[in-house]
């Protein structure tokens, strides 16, 4: 593990981002699926940025990628599908999650390969 990660800027984004989803939890008290999955997929998103911010990983950008799909297809799965603001208030917060994470793996990836116009030059 290394002590930077590709972004610290979108890592903070997806922090905020799941601090946004947690929070909506308390809006979306009428419907207690949609508030638990909201709350608790929140934190999780959360707390995984924060690990990130503090020593970045990649496994806290694969949690963010499964996090965030599991936020955009929940609503269906979990029966809120029909209810607008709980369903495009996961889906559209999943989906900058997933877009987030998705970018910071293939950032990781790109910073971890060794490049051959190097390896091409010390011969």
Known sequence: MRNEGPSKGLEWTNLLLGIGLACA???LAELPAAAW?????????????????????DW????????????????????FGSVQTPMWTHV????????IATMQLLASHRMQVPSSTKSAASR
Request: glycine share 16%.
């Open 25 to 27: 939890g308390f809006v």
């Open 37 to 57: 999955n909201a709350g608790i997929v929140g934190t999780l998103i959360g707390c995984c940025s924060a690990a990130a911010l503090y020593r970045y990983g």
């Open 60 to 79: 806290a950008e694969w949690s963010n990628l499964i996090l965030g799909c599991w936020a955009v297809i929940a609503p269906f799965l979990l029966g």
């Open 92 to 99: 559209l917060i999943g989906l900058c999650i997933v877009t």
